[in-house]
Each structure stands twice: as C-alpha cells, then as structure tokens.
C-alpha cells in the first residue's frame, strides 16, 4: 500500500520536537492540533495497533493528508524544510484509522516525493 508522508530530509515529522526549526505561525498551527478530535493522538486513535521500533506515522490517501493538512498549511512545508513523501508499505506491516497511519518506516520503500 502507498504511504503519504510529511517530513523533513532527516525522516523525522513535523511534530518530532529538536529536529526542526518552525516559524511561529507554523508552530501555532501545530499546537493547535494538541486534543483535537480531527488531530488525536495516534496512541489514542490506534490504541491497540502496530507499533514497530522505527515507527512513522502518515496517511493511507492524498485526501486522508489533506484532511489533516489542508491546503494552506501545506503551503508552509517549504518554509519549513518539510516535503511529503510517498513510501510503499507492506500492508501487513501498519495500522489505520480514519484519521492516520503507522507504518514501520524500516520496512518501507521510498517511491517519491509528492510534488
């Protein structure tokens, strides 16, 4: 299955705190998430899912990432140094909900960058 992901060149995700330097409007959109029904905590929204050692948290469509990221907040990526990714994903070896996956990024395949 293809995986859509949001990171920077290091692997890590917007949300993984020291790896990345964030502008401030950037950061308030991130906060923003913290207890959001449409944002939950991936330990919440799969609480008994697949949890491998590397674990990387994405989306199973485009439409599930834009839900999630809309458009305009997409548009701070760049400014960010994030880019999203599309990985293939043995479909054995993740979790999904309505909101997000979990995939093992040590069993992932990198295919391309989005856009």
Known sequence: MLVYRVE???KYGPYAVGHHTR???FNNVLNSHDGSSKHP???IDIPSG???KNA???FSSINQLNSWFPLNVQNMFKENKLEINIYKVPSALNSISGTQIIFDL???TFIKKYR
């Open 8 to 10: 920077g060149k290091d």
């Open 23 to 25: 502008t401030l409007a």
């Open 50 to 52: 697949y949890w491998p």
């Open 41 to 43: 905590l991936s330990r």
């Open 56 to 58: 990387r948290h994405g």
């Open 106 to 108: 040590d069993k992932a």
